[in-house]
């Protein structure tokens, strides 16, 4: 089953902690793909283990749009990350082995 | 201003510090804030190209200083999300005399959080980013 099939549904994932600009997020295994816990800031010393994660699944984009800035001469840089991504809201968490 | 610079070991050759220094001569009036950019070396290239780093862009010289005038605050292709996709882009951090800490923010807009961090925890490994650079602004002292 793929992320796609699970939006908006109560989710158990497992993975590897990896830390992101915008958040802890999970390597999910055999998917490819990075779900991001957006109430997590970082994974601290845990980042790099494997955890199982569990909570809402949505898609959506986090914070805002970073413009396009390459060649954009005196415009000022929009901060942000590009596209939407899969989020795990109200997410708890356990490291496993 | 110039003497003194000259007579710095630690200023006389580093590239652009007079030019750097604010127009009033009097340094009363100045305050000198300390900040960080943590950001992605390829900035050019296709989407497949940038989705890694490139060791000969934004290195320090010989004297530690890095070039940013190629930085267009384009961030890391995002692999695993697919083409298009891109990571967040930089990380301002500023520096904190009073504490001793690093103010730096969660990159959210609506509902931004500010935090308060050690420089080992705002400078930790991120996936988004592979260099970090810190600079000196000077502001005006107004009280």
């Known amino acids: ?97 | 201003m110039r003497s003194q610079i000259a007579d710095s070991p630690q200023l006389f050759d580093l590239k652009n510090v007079l030019a750097s220094m604010p127009v009033d001569p009097d340094p009363t009036k100045w305050h000198a804030c300390v900040f960080s950019k943590r950001f992605f070396s390829r900035q050019t290239g296709s989407w497949e190209q940038r989705k890694t780093g490139d060791p000969t862009k934004f290195t320090a010289d010989k004297h530690g200083q890095v070039d940013m005038s190629g930085d267009q605050n384009v961030g890391r292709a995002d692999a695993d999300e697919g083409a298009e996709s891109y990571m967040i882009n930089f990380d301002y951090g500023w520096y904190d005399d009073k504490s001793g800490s690093w103010l730096h923010a969660n990159h959210a807009e609506p509902n931004m959080k500010v935090y308060q961090s050690t420089l080992e925890y705002y400078s930790r490994p991120l996936r988004n980013f592979d260099r970090q650079v810190f600079s000196v602004a000077f502001a005006r002292v107004t009280t």
Do not use: F
């Open chain 1, 1 to 97: 089953m793929s992320l796609e099939q699970l939006i908006d549904r109560t989710v158990t994932l497992r993975g590897i902690a990896v830390d992101d600009a915008a958040c802890a997020i999970v390597e999910v295994d055999d998917l490819g793909r990075n779900v991001y816990l957006v109430e997590l800031a970082s994974w601290g010393d845990n980042g790099g283990k494997r955890v199982e994660v569990t909570g809402t699944l949505r898609y959506r984009q986090i914070g805002r749009d970073a413009a396009p800035v390459a060649g954009a001469g005196d415009q000022l840089a929009v901060h942000g990350m590009v596209g939407k991504r899969y989020v795990l809201e109200g997410a708890t968490w356990t490291l496993v082995a």
